[in-house]
């Protein structure tokens, strides 16, 4: 799919960058990068020893002169230098050219500030992006991704639940109609399993252990099946090391908090929906994106507490890099869905 001009041999991409993970499109062959967002720095000099999932696996067992870092917070970028560092390796690994510049475009959450979205682009440009860096909005690129009619005069809902944000927003005929970003979602989540095996059982989980308790036993709903579980980590009372038993009822009681926070969300975004629009969503139901959607019961929730149809993505973890991995196929079709750096 190469462009008229022999030249510009740049390929374009599109990249959702995520504060769990980084996926990366591009144009004319599909994903191409799915990794972890974590970068091992060596303190002494820092140079990073590891990036995506290599780095992963080392987070929480690293020793005193490697540090295992997440560059994103909710959705946005925390530490600069090192999320350049990360852009740069994983933009070096699907990008082979030296010459040429890339087209691309970054996914960003729909709460964001000014300021946030500049560092956003600097960090592109600054790994060898080509300006203008496109900014597309996560919920926008996670309906187109999801199939959604977009241009289409009819109220479009999707709940966007990622792993530093949850973004809910209406659209119709291209644009936002009204959206909430909440920085409640799958880091709040393992967060919550971690508190609270602390709190009720006095020991100490890593994150990795939360995060697979989360992915492997988390829900919103009451199961037909409930499971139980060895965790192993550290008894805060003798400070070795110790197994408990761990029920799916434990953890949803765990999740009960950040879950009622997404639902909220969602609550008030269709509050603030005109009603003509609120009209075709309750004909047309909720799409859920993100790996949260992926949640068991979430959808069950979520119908019970708002009484609307709820549809899950076919592949809820790649929605928006789909999404925005169209826009780019369609880059002068879409202008009007995205943003330009520097002109706003």
Request: hydrophobic share 40%; glycine share 10%; with cysteine.
């Amino acid at each position: 799919m190469a462009r008229s001009n022999p030249l510009s041999l740049g390929r374009d991409l599109a990249i959702d960058l995520g504060t769990a993970n980084t996926l990366i499109y591009a144009r004319g062959t599909g994903i191409v990068l799915d990794e972890p967002s974590v970068v091992a720095i060596n303190v002494n000099d820092g140079r990073p020893v590891a990036v995506g999932v290599e780095a992963k696996r080392m987070m929480g067992r690293t020793p005193n002169h490697i540090k295992a870092i997440r560059p994103l917070k909710d959705g946005v970028i925390a530490d600069f230098e090192v999320c350049e560092k990360m852009l740069r390796y994983f933009i070096q690994k699907v990008h082979a050219s030296k010459w040429s510049k890339p087209r691309m475009i970054i996914c960003v959450p729909s709460g964001i500030t000014g300021v946030e979205q500049r560092a956003v682009q600097d960090a592109a440009e600054y790994a060898g992006a080509r300006k203008p860096v496109h900014i597309i909005e996560e919920p926008m690129a996670a309906a187109i991704g999801a199939d959604l009619p977009v241009h289409e005069p009819s109220g479009n809902m999707v709940v966007d639940i990622g792993g530093g944000t949850t973004e809910v927003a209406v659209i119709s005929l291209g644009g936002i109609v009204t959206a909430q970003s909440v920085r409640v979602a799958g880091d709040e989540l393992d967060d919550a399993i971690l508190q609270y095996v602390k709190k009720e059982y006095s020991l100490a989980i890593g994150d990795r252990t939360a995060e697979e308790i989360k992915i492997q036993m988390g829900s919103a709903w009451p199961m037909e099946e409930e499971l139980t579980a060895d965790i192993r980590g550290r008894d805060l009372v003798s400070g070795l090391p110790r197994t408990i038993q761990l029920t799916t009822e434990h953890v949803r009681e765990a999740l009960a908090e950040p879950v009622s926070a997404i639902v909220d969300a969602v609550k008030t975004t269709l509050d603030k929906t005109p009603p003509e629009l609120a009209a075709d969503i309750m004909e047309d139901g909720i799409m859920l994106t993100g790996g949260g959607a992926l949640m068991g019961g979430l959808d069950q929730r979520l119908a019970h507490e708002t009484g609307m149809p709820i549809r899950v993505a076919e592949e809820p973890l790649y929605s928006v890099v789909i999404g925005s991995g169209r826009a780019l196929e369609n880059i002068d079709a879409m202008r009007g869905l995205m943003s330009l750096g520097g002109d706003d």
